[in-house]
């Protein structure tokens, strides 16, 4: 599909000290529904950061397992977008980063098994669910969700992106 660049702070890709990378997936289900993960009280897609020398196919497959304990196949997920957010000074550590999400759409149903699931202890801290949420209603949800604090708005209002973009593409209301 495409690569989406946000850079509000004009920093060139040779004044970039650090790249992270994560990678999400858009799993839904024959209900009209999304699977969204909840954590520390905010919505997020499943998946994660790769870790250091991973593939974002490897690390797409791995996080979905830790996350949902299934075991998915790279062949049933197609490319959506990229998104790569370029911050001066980012969080005011003094560096500029390039936060870049790599999006993929699950095409084949996999059945979920949290018993299967690896969560960190992060995730266990912040009280780590799974939760399918109607297509139709999920950016009301989301919305709702924004408030709780100014980073959670930065985040809804990505998702809303690429929900829009998601709809776009596979025609879903």
């Known amino acids: 599909m495409k690569e989406v660049i946000i850079d509000n702070d004009n920093i060139k890709n040779e004044k970039i000290d650090e790249e992270v990378t994560r990678v999400k ?5 024959d209900k009209n529904e999304i699977l969204l993960v909840h954590c520390y ?13 991973e593939t974002n196919e490897d690390g797409l ?3 979905i397992k830790e996350e949902t304990g299934t075991n998915t196949k790279i062949e049933d997920y197609s ?3 990229t998104i790569k957010d370029y911050t001066k000074n980012y969080r005011g550590k003094g560096i500029n980063r390039c936060n870049k999400i790599v999006y993929y759409v ?3 149903r996999y059945d979920i098994d ?18 399918w949420i109607s297509l139709d209603n999920v950016e009301e949800i989301l919305i709702k969700n924004s408030n709780s604090h100014s980073f959670a708005k930065l985040i809804v209002n990505e ?3 690429v929900l829009k973009k998601y709809k776009e593409t596979y025609k879903k209301k």
């Open 25 to 29: 997936a858009l799993i839904t289900n």
């Open 41 to 53: 009280n905010e919505y997020q897609f499943p998946g994660g950061h790769l870790e250091k020398g």
């Open 61 to 63: 497959i791995r996080e």
């Open 79 to 81: 490319y959506l977008m």
């Open 106 to 108: 699950l095409n084949k």
């Open 114 to 131: 949290l018993t299967k699931a690896n969560f960190s202890n992060y995730e266990k801290k912040g009280d780590f669910k799974i939760k």
């Open 159 to 161: 998702m809303l992106y």
